[in-house]
C-alpha cells in the first residue's frame, strides 16, 4: 500500500513534536550512557499517536542475527521504514535478545529522524550530549604512529 498525503502530513507534524531521546542507561563494561528503547520509544509514541499514526515493528527470522522494519499507520495508509539488519555476535538467546533491542532502537530512531541520546549540557562534550553521529567514539579508533623507514642504502 502507498503511503497518502494526510500520513505524511501527520508524520511531519509528529517529527517536529518529537525530542531525542535520553541517555538514561548506563553500560557498565563501556562506561557510557545510552538510551534505552523505552527512552526511544517515549520520545516518539505519543507525538505519532496525536497525529493519529501508530507504528508496528516486523522482525524477519535470520540465523546471523536480527532485522527489523519500522512501519507506520494511520489515515487509511502505511509507509516503512525498510528492514534494519544487526548481527547477533553469539548464537544464543541472549544474544539474539540483545540484537533484536539493538535493532528496535535503531529501526525507530532512524525512521523517526531522532538522536538516541542527544542532550545539550552546559559543559558539552560528544559524551553529554551524544552528538557523535558519525561513530567515531563507538568505535574507538586507535591513532598509529607514523612507521619510520631507516634507509640503508645512501642513494636512494
Known sequence: MKPNNELINALIKAFTNM???SKDKTNPFHTS????LESCLE???QPLLDEGVMFLQRFEENDK??????IFYGHGSELSSGKM???ADKNNAQAFGSAMTYARRYSLVTACGIGAGIKVL???TVESTGADDDGN?????VKQKPKVVKKTDPFE
Not at 550512557?33 to 534505552?36: D, E, H, I, Q, V
Open 19 to 21: 525530542n531525542n531521546a
Open 33 to 36: 550512557s545510552y538510551a534505552s
Open 43 to 45: 520520545a516518539v509514541k
Open 65 to 70: 542475527g536480527v532485522c527489523v522494519e519500522t
Open 85 to 87: 539488519f544487526v548481527p
Open 122 to 124: 552546559e559543559t558539552a
Open 137 to 141: 567514539s563507538a568505535s574507538a579508533a
